[in-house]
Structures are given as structure tokens and as C-alpha cells.
């Protein structure tokens, strides 16, 4: 799952719009890894972006420099999601970079792209 570089990545997000990342921690990945699920959080949300983030401008634009989310842009799933599972863009979507979804994500219902470190650096 691991084979994609990030400029392969970039032109299947320019390409696919049933693409998406979701951006994790290195214990957020293996534990996703081990259950083949991304768990909803507390709200009852799956956070996703379409937008390759570094590490630091995923801690920036995603988790708002949290010290609860430490780390957490250092792993990433990148997914193509099933027609079927309802996206949303997040009410404070002003950027336009980031969606949810309703339910927690299957891995083995949805095709994983990539799964794996951050592969995108900072420009």
C-alpha cells in the first residue's frame, strides 16, 4: 500500500475527487492498521482533507497547533472512498480543505491508496 511517492499522490487528488487523506500519529496508524477501521471521534466524525499537507502544515491547518494532537500529521491514509459513505465539508471549512465523515471509515469497504508516513514535505 506503501508505493505511492507524493507526486503520485497529488495528481490522483488533481484526478479523483473520491480521494482522500486522513492524517494521523504514528499509534493513531497502527492501531487503524490493526482494526481496519478509522474510528469516529468523540463528536461522531472522521476527519479528511484532500490537500497533501506536510507534517507541520497538517499540525497548522488541521489540528490548529493542539498540543493534544501532537504528531499527528506524521502518518497519512490516503483513500478512495465508497460512493456511498456521506462526506461533508466541515462548517468551518473557510479554506475549503477539510471534510467529514459520518461514520467510521472500513478500510477493507473503501480502497487504501496509500498507507504509511508523510510523504509530502513542506513548500
Known amino acids: 500500500m506503501s508505493y505511492m ?3 503520485q499522490i497529488e495528481q490522483l487528488l488533481k484526478l479523483d475527487p473520491s480521494v482522500y487523506l486522513h492524517f494521523t500519529d504514528s499509534l493513531g496508524f497502527h492501531s487503524i492498521q490493526q482494526e481496519g477501521l478509522i474510528r469516529t471521534n468523540t463528536k461522531g466524525f472522521v476527519f479528511l482533507t ?18 493534544t494532537h501532537t504528531g499527528r500529521g506524521s502518518h497519512v491514509f490516503v483513500l478512495r472512498l ?3 459513505l456521506r462526506i461533508i465539508p466541515t462548517s468551518q471549512n473557510y479554506e ?7 461514520q467510521s471509515i472500513k478500510l477493507k ?12 514535505r513542506r513548500r
Open 50 to 67: 484532500r490537500m497533501p499537507f506536510s507534517a507541520e502544515q497538517a499540525t497548522v491547518n488541521l489540528f490548529i497547533s493542539a498540543s
Open 5 to 7: 511517492n507524493a507526486v
Open 96 to 102: 475549503g480543505y477539510e471534510y467529514r465523515a459520518t
Open 109 to 120: 469497504q473503501n480502497e487504501v491508496l496509500y498507507a504509511g508516513e508523510n510523504p509530502f
Open 82 to 84: 465508497d460512493p456511498g
